[in-house]
């Protein structure tokens, strides 16, 4: 079983950067599929990205061509680097992880696939 502790999160005005970092322990990254969502007071929990095995990543329309996601196996730590923030991307972040079916992840980035969860960290973006 995989432990993930999230990191990274604060305060940002908007058009500001933020980057999330999540670190794993117990088990390899290179293991799983994992990725990073958000929930935002209110709303559903959101899929924001995701990374496979071979290291490509998936994004959210939301969140494309402003987040960048990515991964360090050697460090068994997954990264979202956040630029142009916008307010309504205020939201609790958090990472997670789902074991492979057949050595791939499993289509979209749907809360349900993923079993194993961060604690998340907030992130606040102001007008």
């Known amino acids: 079983q995989v432990q993930l502790v999230e990191s990274g999160g604060g305060s940002v005005q908007a058009g500001g950067s933020l980057r999330l970092s999540c670190a794993a322990s117990?088990?390899?990254?290179?293991?799983?599929?994992v990725g990073w969502f958000r929930q935002a007071p209110g709303k559903e929990r959101e899929g924001v990205a995701r990374i496979g095995p071979f290291g490509s990543p998936n994004y959210a329309d939301s969140v494309k061509g402003r987040f960048t996601a990515s991964k360090d196996n050697a460090k068994n730590t997954l990264y979202l680097q956040m630029n142009s923030l916008k307010p309504e991307d205020t939201a609790m972040y958090y990472c997670a992880a789902t074991r492979l079916a057949y050595g791939a992840c499993p289509v979209g980035i749907n809360v349900a696939d993923f079993p194993y969860w961060g604690q998340g960290t907030q992130v606040t973006v102001s007008s």
């Open positions: 117990g088990n390899s990254i290179s293991r799983y599929c």
